[in-house]
Every structure is written in C-alpha cells, then in structure tokens.
C-alpha cells in the first residue's frame, strides 16, 4: 500500500492502482516514443507491481498501529527471493516480453543491494536468460533497454503522483534522466495543472487519476481491523491535469 497522511487521517492507495496509474501516463505517450511490442509493454507497466506484500499476508500495520506504507515493509531474504521469483515467472507466463520487462525490474531493485545468496544467483540466471529470448525473440538488447526505461519513467512519474511528492511554490523535481537521454522534470503550476519537460505526450493535456482510500482513525487494533475499514471504506479518485506549457 502506498499509505499518505491527510485531514481526515489515512489516504491509502493499492500498489495496483498505482500501476494502473502508471498505465495512464504510458498511453498518454506519442507514437514515436512508444516502445516495440507496445500492448506487452503497457500490460508489463500496468502489472509490475503485482503479486506486492499487501497481497500475501505480510503485516500492513507499523508498531504504534498505523498503516504502514510499502517502503516500511520489512521482508526476510527468504521472501524477497520468493516474491522476486513468483513475479518473474507469473510475467513470462503472460508473454516472453512482459518477462523480460519484470526481469529487468527486478535487476534494478536489487543489483546494488546487499542481497542473499539465492537472490544473487537469480540475477545472475536471469541475465543470460534474458539474453537468451531476445536472441528467440529476434530483439537487439537495446529495445530491451528503452523498453525498460519507458517502463521505469511511467512508474517514477505515477509514484511522484501518488506519494504526492510534487514540489511547492512551481519548483520542479526530475522524474528521471532517460528514454531520449533527456532529463525529464515535473511540476505544479499555478492552476493546479502538471507540467512534464521535455513534453512527451500526443495531446497538449490530458487527465489521470487514481483511485483510493480515506481511513478516519490514526491507529487500528489489528490486520483484521484495517482490513475491515478498507473493505468499507468509499473509494474517491484523485486527478490530475497534465498540461504543455
């Protein structure tokens, strides 16, 4: 869950709709920019962060009660290894593609971390096999790489939305150095609306949004608890007008 504090006490959006919100800005993109095997890599953004911790039972509530946000999770080696390796066999299974896709995510993760054993020789095994199927595939490794780098720029641009990182006061963030070797930036102007330098997409605006949770109360008793109150709670949208300026 991506947990934010608001008014009225918890704002909580599912890592899901995060990539579902993330789905939104890649079909905002102009033709030229759009990545080869285009429906395999929307499909591969919509779907990376499936199969997450707020699916498989891990605690979602810190020590003093609250919702705990996806970077609080704490995960054993041993479960970091699982999950990478469900993830990466449940994307291969929809289409090579996505597999290669989720393959580099995972790379990216964790090729500078501090990981175990099992983990490291996962890396290690997916990158000759992702070697492997583009050869099957008849791909060069540099499709591969702007493909992945379409995918990490939605996912950049949908987290600095979600986890309202915006800057104040029309100052600008980088979402992320890529794609046309170019750094792309992010802000708020005056009227509320986004503006994302270099332009990227095919209208001069458009909408996305995404939807969430509001919990009243600050702390919950238990997981039964705050699933019960997510279960119930309305679920509004949150929007945004991204607009060339």
């Not at 909580?12 to 920019?33: C, E, N």
């Not at 919509?46 to 946000?69: C, F, N, V, W």
């Not at 994302?196 to 997409?201: L, R, T, V």
């Amino acid at each position: 869950m991506i947990v934010n504090p608001c008014n009225a006490g918890w704002q909580v959006i599912y890592q899901t709709a995060h990539g579902l919100l993330a789905g939104q800005l890649a079909l905002g993109f102009r033709d030229d920019l759009r990545p080869n095997y285009w429906c395999e890599t929307l499909a591969a953004i919509i779907q990376h962060d499936d199969y997450k911790s707020e699916i498989m039972g891990r605690p979602r509530l810190t020590e003093a009660g609250a919702p705990m946000d996806f970077t609080q999770h704490p995960m054993s080696e041993k479960d970091r290894f699982e999950e990478s390796q469900r993830r990466i066999e449940a994307a291969y299974a929809r289409h090579r593609w996505q597999g290669l896709l989720q393959s580099m995510h995972t790379d990216c993760l964790y090729r500078d971390q501090a990981v175990s054993h099992q983990l490291k020789k996962l890396l290690t095994a997916e990158a000759k096999h992702r070697r492997e199927v583009l050869v099957n595939l008849n791909c060069d490794p540099w499709e591969l790489h702007y493909a992945y780098e379409f995918l990490h720029w939605c996912d950049r641009c949908s987290l600095i939305l979600a986890q309202q990182e915006l800057p104040a006061l029309r100052r600008r963030l980088e979402i992320i150095h890529a794609l046309t070797d170019e750094t792309y930036t992010i802000g708020e102007s005056d009227d509320q609306t986004i503006g994302i330098d270099p332009w990227p997409f095919a209208l001069d605006e458009f909408e996305v949004h995404v939807e969430c949770r509001v919990l009243h109360r600050l702390h919950y008793d238990n997981e039964g608890h705050l699933q019960s109150e997510l279960d119930s709670a309305k679920v509004q949208l949150s929007g945004w007008t991204l607009r060339f300026r």
